[in-house]
């Protein structure tokens, strides 16, 4: 997806070298951060690295955690560090088209699929109602946040299995799915194999094409 490039001019008030460059989190600024304190607002930005979001200091969004925080002069230099403006906050007045906080949404899900997500944590991460949120995902996307959530995980369960000797229980877990019958259920719901069975079925696939020289038969 292409990344935004919003020109805006107002608010780069001219602090000198500074300006131009990211700043140090100083106690000063993660207090007004953890604050929401308003009177910091314009005077800086600061993002989040496990979002992609950066806001006002003003942001009612919840607090990120410190080690995450990175702090700029002016939506400008945050935006070329591909930061992308929240949607809640509207750092500078810039508008997050909707396919862009979607493909945010989506990343954020893709590098996080192993933690709980829910609707409810994905709008708070992503900065967003979740009756926004999963409106405006399944307008973009056709599914749902929380189908996609699964889509992933599944995905990534049919990697490991396919690809490692990982016990599947290990693998439930790791794809954010601690309850491993549940996994198993669900596993085979989506596939019509237990995660045993395609583990099998896969390695009899590459077995059969390296029998078969590498050609044909690839059913799914
Ligand atoms: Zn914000």
Redesign the pocket.
């Known amino acids: 997806m292409e990344v935004i490039r919003m020109i805006h001019d107002e608010n780069v008030a001219e602090v000198g070298e500074e300006r131009l460059t990211e700043q140090k989190l100083t106690e000063e600024k993660w207090q007004a951060i953890i604050n929401n304190d308003a009177s910091y607002d314009n005077r800086f930005f600061y993002a989040v690295k496990s979002t992609g ?4 200091p003003s ?3 919840r607090p990120p955690k410190k080690e995450n925080v990175r702090v700029f002069p002016n939506a400008e230099q945050a935006l070329a560090e591909q930061f992308r403006p ?6 500078n007045g810039l508008r997050l088209p909707d396919d862009d906080w979607v493909d945010q949404i989506s990343q954020y899900i893709d590098s996080n699929y192993g933690e709980t997500l829910t609707l409810e944590t994905l709008a708070d991460m992503c ?1 967003g109602s979740p009756y926004h949120l999963h409106r405006t995902f399944k307008r973009i996307k056709g599914i749902t946040p929380v189908e996609y959530v699964q889509h992933t995980r599944m995905a990534k369960a049919k990697e490991c299995l396919s690809r490692s000797d990982q016990p599947v229980a290990d693998i439930a877990m790791a794809v954010g799915i601690p309850n491993a019958s549940y996994f198993i259920t669900l596993f085979k719901k989506r596939t019509g194999r237990t995660p045993a069975e395609y583990r099998q079925w896969i390695r009899n696939q590459s077995i059969a094409e390296v029998l078969q020289d590498g050609s044909k038969s690839k059913n799914d």
């Open positions: 979001i950066f806001c006002r942001c009612k969004s929240c949607k809640r906050c509207k750092p900065h």
